[in-house]
């Protein structure tokens, strides 16, 4: 992935990952990440552990402009990838101060699930304090591994935009 040879990465999957993510799927994601944090600079095995007959390694990857932590799966046996996962490294950063737009006793926030099994997805939303209705916006984030909040280092951005949009009146999932 380094050397961005993705056929070469693609060869390495076994039979259930080609299944689940094409040669053009993996080139897409990892491209979206060297755009965002620019080239990979090194990465280190942070863990070594044995789950399901599986070789289990988490890698912290450092680029130019952040980190990523990788899991990987591999088949001892066949010497195949069966599992990749990104996302992003927890933060060392402490929290960014509130920004001066959020007003907290304009808003309460709450946890929330849409969906139904298997295909539950958490939320937050956060709605103005007063009667409604509310004017609202739905946040979604773009391809990439990301949390709810777009956490970049101390910045969580959609968290910012959320309490901003809801000081004004103006309900956020």
């Known amino acids: 992935m380094k050397t961005q040879n993705y ?10 990952m080609r299944a689940a993510v094409s040669e053009e799927k993996l080139r897409a994601v990892w491209s979206a ?3 965002t944090l620019g080239p990979l600079v090194s990465w280190t095995i942070t863990q070594r552990t044995q789950a399901q007959g599986l070789d289990v390694r988490i890698a912290l990857l450092r680029f130019d402009h952040g980190e990523l932590l990788a899991t990987v799966a591999v088949n001892p046996g066949r010497q ?3 599992g990749f996962l990104i996302k992003p490294a927890p933060s060392s950063a402490k929290p960014a101060p509130p920004a001066p737009y959020v007003h907290p006793s304009d808003f309460r926030s709450a946890e929330i699930s849409v969906g139904s099994a298997p295909f539950v997805l958490g939320g937050t939303l956060t709605v103005p304090v007063g009667l409604g209705p509310f004017p609202g916006v739905v946040l979604v984030h773009g ?5 709810r909040d777009e956490t970049i280092g101390a910045n969580k951005i959609f968290k910012d935009l959320a309490e ?10």
């Open 7 to 16: 056929s070469a990465a693609f060869e390495m999957f076994d039979s259930n």
């Open 33 to 35: 990440q060297l755009g």
């Open 80 to 82: 195949e990838v069966a």
């Open 143 to 147: 391809s990439g591994p990301q949390d």
């Open 164 to 173: 901003g949009l809801a000081s004004r009146g103006i309900e956020v999932l």
